[in-house]
């Protein structure tokens, strides 16, 4: 017998647009369109403009590329104090 339960999907539209905008915010800052950010974290442009405009909810795996992409750590990008 598992010893996991199962665990609901949990899903946090606000966090996932703040991270979103979080995200333009910083490739804005550092003159980056955002197909050069997408090239330098070596994820797709139409995903990273569903992450930008909050419609998607990114892996871990995915932040962390884009957070290299940005030359930030990945706590930077996503702490939670910025993204209320």
Same mark, same amino acid.
């Given at each position: &017998?598992?010893?996991?339960?199962h @665990?609901?999907? /949990?899903?946090? #539209? #606000? /966090?996932?647009?703040? *991270?979103?905008?979080? @995200?333009?915010?910083?490739?804005?800052?550092?003159? *980056?369109? &955002?197909?050069k950010?997408?090239?330098?974290?070596? /994820? #797709?442009?139409?995903?990273?403009?569903?992450?930008?405009?909050?419609?998607? #909810?990114?892996?871990?795996?995915? *932040?962390?590329?884009?957070?290299?992409?940005?030359? @930030?750590?990945?706590?930077?990008?996503?702490?939670?104090?910025? *993204?209320?």
């Amino acid at each position: &017998m598992s010893q996991f339960r199962h @665990v609901k999907h /949990i899903r946090n #539209d #606000d /966090i996932i647009k703040a *991270l979103g905008q979080r @995200v333009r915010n910083l490739r804005s800052e550092r003159g *980056l369109t &955002m197909e050069k950010l997408a090239e330098l974290s070596g /994820i #797709d442009y139409r995903q990273l403009s569903y992450i930008e405009l909050g419609q998607t #909810d990114p892996g871990l795996s995915t *932040l962390y590329a884009i957070a290299k992409g940005l030359d @930030v750590t990945l706590s930077f990008l996503t702490d939670s104090e910025s *993204l209320r």
